[in-house]
C-alpha cells in the first residue's frame, strides 16, 4: 500500500494575512496583506530606488478554489523573469497555500521556486 500525504493545503483567509518576503530573485520584495483589506509590497531592484505599491485586496472563490486577490497590483518581478517585460498594474489572483509545518507562502512562478514567504503574521 502506498500512501501520499500532502505537502500544503489551500491557506485560509485568517492565515493569509501577514507580512512576506520574495524567496527568491535580485530584488528585496516584501508584501503585507493586512487584515483590514489593504496591502502594501516594497520593491527595491538593486541600484535603484525602492518602490512602494498599495492597494486593496479580496477573499474569492472561483469554481471552488479560494483566491486572495490584490488589486492595483504591479508584477514587478517580470522585470527578471521575462525580460524585458514590464508589468502594468491590475487584478493578482494568488493562491496562498500553508505548508506541512505551518508556514504559508504565495506561489509566484511555481515551476522555478518562486514565492513569497510569509515571516511574519
Same mark, same amino acid.
Given at each position: 500500500?502506498?500512501?501520499?500525504?500532502?505537502?500544503?493545503?489551500?491557506?485560509?483567509?485568517?492565515?493569509?494575512? $501577514?507580512?512576506?518576503?520574495?524567496?527568491?530573485?535580485?530584488?528585496?520584495?516584501?508584501?503585507?496583506?493586512?487584515?483590514?483589506?489593504?496591502?502594501?509590497?516594497?520593491?527595491?531592484?538593486?541600484?535603484?530606488?525602492?518602490?512602494?505599491?498599495? $492597494?486593496? &485586496?479580496?477573499?474569492?472563490?472561483?469554481?471552488?478554489?479560494?483566491?486572495?486577490?490584490?488589486?492595483?497590483?504591479? %508584477?514587478? &518581478?517580470?522585470?527578471?523573469?521575462? %525580460? %524585458?517585460?514590464? $508589468?502594468?498594474?491590475?487584478? &493578482?489572483?494568488?493562491?496562498?497555500?500553508?505548508?506541512?509545518?505551518?508556514?504559508?507562502?504565495?506561489?509566484?512562478?511555481?515551476?522555478?521556486? &518562486?514565492?513569497?514567504?510569509?515571516?511574519?503574521?
Amino acid at each position: 500500500m502506498i500512501v501520499l500525504a500532502a505537502c500544503s493545503r489551500p491557506a485560509t483567509k485568517e492565515e493569509a494575512v $501577514g507580512v512576506y518576503v520574495m524567496n527568491k530573485g535580485k530584488a528585496h520584495d516584501s508584501l503585507t496583506v493586512y487584515p483590514n483589506g489593504a496591502y502594501s509590497r516594497r520593491y527595491a531592484a538593486p541600484g535603484a530606488a525602492s518602490v512602494v505599491d498599495s $492597494g486593496r &485586496w479580496t477573499w474569492d472563490t472561483i469554481n471552488g478554489e479560494q483566491f486572495l486577490t490584490l488589486e492595483k497590483f504591479t %508584477p514587478r &518581478w517580470d522585470y527578471e523573469l521575462f %525580460p %524585458p517585460a514590464r $508589468g502594468d498594474p491590475g487584478f &493578482w489572483p494568488a493562491r496562498p497555500e500553508r505548508r506541512a509545518g505551518g508556514s504559508v507562502r504565495i506561489p509566484v512562478e511555481r515551476d522555478i521556486g &518562486w514565492f513569497y514567504i510569509q515571516v511574519r503574521r
